[in-house]
């Protein structure tokens, strides 16, 4: 039903904004709770965003809040991960999610509420 799809990856120094794209195809993908997490190597997967299937409802990691920004752009089929100023410790394989559920009123916070995964993109944040 979801496909999806990151770029926006990259190798930036310490401080630096990225902004990580994730493309969805799917009629129904505006009827989704989107959100990114991220693995780095040896560490489990760990949520990182979410945003509301309609739109209005943002949630973010603790190690993230007041630097990362989710968006979405339901006529692109596009969400959005901007991230500011940048550090070491957000080296990690990004992977755009989709809820396993239409309409859910919960953040995808959980891998197992993860209904679709995006390929990855490396993040890696130099010093």
């Known amino acids: 039903q979801v496909q999806l799809v990151e770029s926006g990856g990259g190798l930036v120094q310490a401080g630096d904004s990225l902004r990580l794209s994730c493309a969805a195809s799917?009629?129904?993908?505006?009827?989704?709770?989107m959100g990114w997490f991220r693995q780095a190597p040896g560490k489990e997967r760990e949520f990182v965003a979410a945003?509301?299937?309609?739109?209005?409802?943002?949630y973010y990691a603790d190690s993230v809040k007041g630097r990362f920004t989710i968006s979405r752009d339901k006529a692109k089929n596009m969400v959005y991960l901007q991230m500011n100023s940048l550090k070491p410790e957000d080296t990690a394989v990004y992977y755009c999610?989709?809820?396993?559920?239409?309409?859910?009123?919960?953040?995808?916070?959980?891998?197992?509420?993860?209904?679709?995964w995006g390929q990855g993109t490396q993040v890696t944040v130099s010093s």
């Open positions: 945003i509301s299937w309609p739109g209005s409802s943002t």
């Open positions: 999610a989709a809820d396993g559920r239409q309409f859910r009123n919960i953040p995808i916070m959980t891998s197992d509420l993860v209904g679709y």
């Open positions: 799917g009629r129904t993908f505006s009827n989704y709770g």
